[in-house]
């Protein structure tokens, strides 16, 4: 157990509709990660937040965003669902925002847009 | 940017053999290095890093990896394989600097197979 929390574990839902998953980071840790993880395109990083603040985006659609709140859980939001948003979607969390710091993984969401 | 090829989607051994997990990566800073590894529907656990303190890097599980600038290398090894290191295994990259913060480019992964 990694101590970063993510829900919920599964969602099925249809395309055009919006979800929001869920992040809680291990105790201590002010830096949030997502990370997509899909058969054709891999691990690919979409978002980091520090303390509440934006820090670096990656492979992002607008489609997507995110947040993390005072108490330092983070949220995604993915609108307007289509079928290849179909993923695994992993939270990570470190205790810095430097590139030295190991990240610890969430089980991660499994999303199915059917 | 910086990238990472591993080489190998699939690497299969048998019980108590040598396993070798090829990765090379591309920076043009001095990169941060590691192995993660993901078991059926779980995350990704941390193997071992490389910080630039020493390029023998020794990890959980009897894992351990060398990285060699000449090479931009950073295979990973482990002595002889148990049935239990059955996994996909994932090489990642990150820099200091710049706008990259702690973000992680990962390898394609590599899937190994041990067989009894």
């Known amino acids: 157990d990694s101590g970063v929390t993510q829900t919920p574990k599964h969602l099925i839902t249809a395309t055009g509709q919006r979800v929001t998953l869920r992040c809680s980071p291990r105790?201590?840790?002010?830096?949030v990660y997502w990370y997509q993880q899909s058969l054709d395109q891999g691990l690919q990083f979409l978002i980091q937040?520090?303390?509440?603040?934006?820090?670096a985006k990656g492979n992002i659609l607008e489609r997507f965003s995110a947040q993390q709140f005072p108490d330092l859980h983070s949220e995604l939001n993915l609108s307007s669902l289509e079928l290849g948003d179909s993923a695994l979607y992993f939270c990570a969390s470190s205790v810095s925002d430097q590139s030295s710091y190991e990240q610890y993984f969430g089980p991660g969401t499994r999303l199915t847009v059917t | 940017a910086q990238s990472v090829t591993q080489l190998g989607s699939h690497v299969s051994v048998s019980e108590g053999a040598l396993v070798l997990l090829r990765c090379n990566y591309s920076?043009?800073?001095?990169?941060?290095l590691f192995w993660y590894v993901q078991y059926p529907n779980q995350g990704l656990q941390l193997l071992l890093k490389y910080t630039s303190a020493a390029t023998l890097v020794k990890g959980i599980n009897g894992f351990e990896a060398e990285f060699k600038k000449s090479e931009t290398s950073f295979h990973l090894t482990k002595p002889s394989a148990h049935m239990s290191d059955a996994a996909e295994y994932f090489c990642?990259?990150?820099?200091?600097?710049?706008?990259?913060?702690?973000?992680?480019?990962f390898g394609q992964g590599t899937i190994l197979t041990v067989h009894p």
């Open positions: 920076s043009s800073v001095p990169p941060y």
């Open positions: 105790s201590g840790d002010l830096s």
């Open positions: 990642a990259v990150s820099v200091s600097g710049g706008t990259s913060y702690g973000k992680l480019t």
């Open positions: 937040y520090y303390n509440g603040e934006e820090r």
